[in-house]
């Protein structure tokens, strides 16, 4: 199968909508097209992700990015865009992902006797706060406490974040309006010598 | 009645419609000249520009695992996306080879415009610090031009294109004919005044090839950002809607894409070009084109593929070899060293709405000038894109609300990366070869090339100056990178037919004409001498200009 194939295909289940599919003419998007609806589906089955692991990955996401005065990754769908996005990613990948969720709940069971999704939230607080930080202090001289907690909790968190920060959730919580970035750069507005101050490029002089 | 293109007579062929060969089609065809432009990708329309399109949209959010399978090394480009990566290169289909120690990257695109589709836009002319640079240390050959020669195509080109910038006054970057520059952040500009007060070194606002004022027809930016993914109001400077367009309005043009160029044919017994073979990418058939000169503006790499693809009269593989010199010489410029921090005492907060200046900082060539100390672990020198803003921290550690929070916070960074000048040396080179083959059964390309001594040397002088420019801003938690990238990386290959006087010495004249055939030329980045360290897309449009010129004067009076 070639790449533009691929592609048809990757539209047509994606959009039920075709882009040029012919050798030597253009890819063009449809109009109105948007993949990201596709995730929000009544009937959405995860096609990588068992349905312990898809838990997992929604408890998860609702830790790591939760609903503050905007949502958060739960209802972002962060769970389903990562089950597509690794469903087309390398053996390696995916395995890599898996390996991280199964520290995750092995820990949880060694520490709190039960898979991480079904202990107590603030265990689960408890615990991701001991991932979340890289072990390298040294109090008492010499620090080389191997952490692997901390590597998958990173893994966990990048992909998350990532699902999030790029969902049209995650765009409006950084202030995106819904409209493209348009204007003029102006840059600076400051009176020309605002930032000659002997410190720093302190901007009080407004104006 | 319908006329097959094929069988027309041209008066010249050119190969390639990126940033050079789209100059040549439009200086040529405005002279009355009758040129068939050779393209191997297909046409490009502004309804596959996806610039005003948010990721969430796309099925993988622009991080596309597909690339992964057909473009495993265009994919290394930051322009080769989920968006427009059928403008790039099939990996599968265009392979070439390396030795196993010598990794290159070529990234390359086939389609109308080219590279000029995604190019970095930045815009800087070359001086006689670059011309002359052998004059200047020793090292390699001067050019056969000088810059009084260029100056007057700089010029012409500045004035088409629509270049914004900032005049400087530097020797070192002669300054050229500016749309109205770009504005600095507040961060840019304390950092410009303190390294000029504490070092002396110019910074200035990044020349580039992006309207800040309507120009020549095309809309001022409307400061977006994604350039790389197109641009409806043509903002940029990309060959198919400017150049090649200018090209085909004059009835003298006529453009044939799908046309994946093998190599080129002499007159029977002459040493003379008689056209071109090229296969067509969709059929797969091969097909022949005749001409009265043919110019390659394939981009370096290819363009020399061509030549050493094609035969001389007495029947040897390397059109215009008598020197040995073809394929030599490839430089490509060094990369690697950078710096990082944040500046402190500016609140700005960062925005997802924009507006977004698709341009940076440029600092100015400061070692080895006219005017500054030799430095003693190198020679040539290196300048610096960066810029300075806020931005969202999505880096902050931790998890939950604090996490979040930070993101959107952000920080006020600073960030300043290294191009430094590539030595020409003969042990990196390019040859056929012997047994791999395009999809299209063409011969590809062994490369073999590193970086050496000297550019090692010279990016990490580059971080170390990175980093101390960045404290004399005071900015802290900064970082450095010395380590030299991939070669390839910086995507301006460059040298490999060198023009120059001496025909023992080089392979083509100042016109870039091929010294071996008097109706051949190499009018793009391959006809380099040095590479300066200033990115050579500028000086290459202005070197195809000057060439045309020539070559037009030629017709004229019955030379070809």
Same mark, same amino acid.
């Given at each position: ?105 092995? &820990? ?34 010499? *620090?080389?406490? +191997? ?13 998350? *974040? ?29 009176? +020309? ?15 | ?13 050119? $190969? ?25 990708? %297909?046409?490009?329309?502004?309804? &596959? ?40 290169? !099939?990996? /599968? ?35 006689? /610090? ?30 088409? $294109? ?10 070192? /970057? ?22 000029? =007060? ?19 027809? %095309? ?38 894409? !799908? ?12 040493? %003379? ?11 797969? %058939? ?7 000169? $043919? ?16 035969? @001389? ?11 040995? /010199? ?24 960062? *925005? ?124 802290? !938690? ?29 392979? @083509? ?20 001498? *040095? ?21 037009? =004067? ?7």
């Amino acid at each position: 199968m070639n790449r533009r194939e691929l592609f048809r295909q990757a539209l047509l289940g994606a959009a039920g909508a075709s882009a040029a599919a012919v050798a030597g003419q253009a890819r063009v998007f449809p109009e109105g097209y948007d993949a990201s609806k596709e995730l929000a589906r009544a009937d959405w089955k995860p096609v990588f992700f068992d349905n312990h692991q898809n838990e997992t990955v929604i408890v998860l996401s609702d830790l790591i990015i939760p609903e503050t005065e905007t949502p958060g990754a739960k209802s972002a769908l962060a769970n389903r865009f990562l089950d597509e996005l690794l469903a087309a990613e390398t053996r390696e990948t995916q395995q890599s992902f898996r390996n991280s969720l199964a520290y995750i709940d092995g &820990e949880a069971r060694k520490r709190y006797k039960d898979a991480f999704i079904h202990i107590p939230k603030e265990n689960q607080i408890e615990f991701l706060t001991l991932l979340a930080y890289p072990h390298t202090l040294e109090t008492w001289g010499e *620090s080389s406490e +191997d952490n692997p907690g901390h590597r998958h909790f990173e893994d966990l968190k990048d992909w998350i *974040s990532r699902a999030f920060w790029t969902s049209e959730a995650g765009m409006r919580a950084i202030g995106w309006n819904g409209e493209m970035p348009h204007g003029v750069f102006t840059g600076c507005q400051h009176r +020309d010598d605002a930032h000659n101050g002997p410190e720093t490029g302190s901007q009080s002089n407004k104006g | 009645m319908f006329a097959d293109p094929l069988t027309q007579t041209y008066d010249v062929i050119v $190969v390639g419609s990126g940033a050079t060969g789209g100059w040549a089609a439009k200086r040529l065809s405005e002279a009355g000249i009758r040129v068939a432009l050779l393209e191997a990708g %297909r046409e490009v329309t502004p309804k &596959e520009f996806t610039e005003h399109m948010p990721a969430f949209k796309l099925k993988y959010r622009n991080v596309s695992p597909e690339i992964v399978k057909t473009r495993p090394i265009q994919k290394q480009c930051y322009a080769c996306m989920e968006y427009n990566y059928d403008w790039f290169v !099939n990996d /599968l289909e265009n392979p070439y080879s390396t030795p196993k120690d010598k990794p290159f990257t070529w990234q390359r695109l086939r389609i109308l415009g080219g590279r000029t589709l995604v190019w970095g836009r930045q815009s800087y002319r070359m001086s006689d /610090l670059d011309f002359k640079a052998y004059s200047h240390d020793g090292y390699g050959q001067d050019w056969p031009v000088s810059y009084k020669d260029i100056a007057p195509f700089y010029d012409i080109v500045e004035d088409y $294109v629509g270049i914004s910038g900032a005049a400087e006054g530097n020797a070192a /970057l002669p300054d050229g004919r500016f749309l109205p520059p770009m504005a600095m952040t507040c961060g840019e500009i304390f950092f410009r005044d303190r390294v000029k =007060q504490k070092l002396g070194r110019t910074i200035t606002i990044g020349r580039t090839a992006i309207l800040t004022r309507n120009h020549n027809g %095309r809309l001022a930016c409307h400061y977006c950002g994604p350039c790389e993914r197109g641009c409806v109001t043509f903002s940029y400077f990309s060959s198919p809607f400017t150049t090649v367009k200018d090209a085909l309005k004059t009835g003298n043009c006529t453009l044939i894409t !799908n046309a994946v160029v093998a190599h080129i044919n002499l007159e029977k017994g002459e040493n %003379r070009a008689a056209g071109v073979t090229f296969v067509d990418r969709i059929s797969h %058939r091969t097909k022949e084109i005749k001409a009265k000169a $043919v110019i390659v503006c394939a981009q370096a790499l290819e363009s020399t593929r061509i030549l050493l693809n094609s035969r @001389t009269r007495e029947g040897t593989m390397g059109l215009g070899n008598s020197s040995g /010199l073809l394929g030599k010489g490839l430089m490509d410029h060094c990369t690697g060293a950078a710096a990082s921090g944040d500046l402190m005492g500016f609140h700005e907060t960062p *925005s997802a709405n924009g507006p977004n200046r698709a341009n940076g900082i440029y600092i100015i060539r400061f070692r080895n000038t006219m005017d500054s100390p030799r430095h003693a672990r190198f020679i040539r020198g290196y300048g610096y894109q960066g810029s300075a803003g806020p931005q969202f921290d999505f880096d902050a550690q931790g998890f939950g609300g604090g996490y979040k929070q930070a993101v959107v916070a952000g920080t006020y960074g600073i960030s300043v990366g290294a191009f430094g000048e590539c030595l020409a040396r003969d042990d990196n080179f390019v040859s056929i070869d012997p047994e791999l083959k395009d999809a299209w059964g063409i011969p590809a390309l062994h490369i073999s090339m590193t970086q050496g001594e000297n550019e090692k040397a010279m990016m990490e002088d580059a971080a170390s100056a990175g980093a101390e420019m960045l404290e004399a801003a005071g900015a802290k !938690n900064i970082r450095v990178h010395s380590a030299l990238a991939e070669p390839g990386m910086a995507i301006h290959e460059l040298g490999i037919a060198r023009m120059g006087n001496d025909p023992k010495r080089s392979v @083509t004249d100042q016109w870039t004409q091929l010294h071996d055939v008097p109706n051949v030329f190499a009018m793009d980045g391959a006809c380099f001498v *040095s590479s300066a360290c200033q990115n050579p897309t500028l000086t290459m449009m202005a070197i195809a200009v000057r060439s045309c010129d020539h070559l037009i =004067q030629r017709f004229k009076r019955n030379e070809i």
